[in-house]
């Protein structure tokens, strides 16, 4: 039996918002502190439809990777809290 503990919406919100602010700053730090390329890449999805970017192809498979994967999460979710 899976146990999903319950959060509030808005904690949800208030820790994508944090996390979206951290990434940006982590980029930014890198960009700054590296020696080499700063690679960056993702996945925005609209609807059904991804748009994937990134600046080589390493980057674009890791962030659809990733997107697969939080997808399945999300499905997941979806079909055990409603």
């Known amino acids: 039996m899976l ?4 959060v509030h919406m808005n904690t949800l919100l208030m820790l994508g918002i944090i996390l979206f602010f951290a990434g940006i700053l982590l980029i ?3 960009s700054l502190t590296a020696l080499k390329e700063a690679k960056t890449g993702g ?6 439809l991804p748009i994937v970017f990134g600046s080589d192809k390493e980057t674009v498979l890791i962030a659809i ?18």
Do not use: E, R
């Open 3 to 6: 146990v999903f503990i319950y």
């Open 28 to 30: 930014f730090l890198s």
């Open 43 to 48: 996945v925005v999805l609209i609807g059904p």
């Open 65 to 82: 990777i990733g997107a697969i994967i939080l997808m399945i999460i999300a499905f997941i979710f979806f079909l055990y809290l409603h």
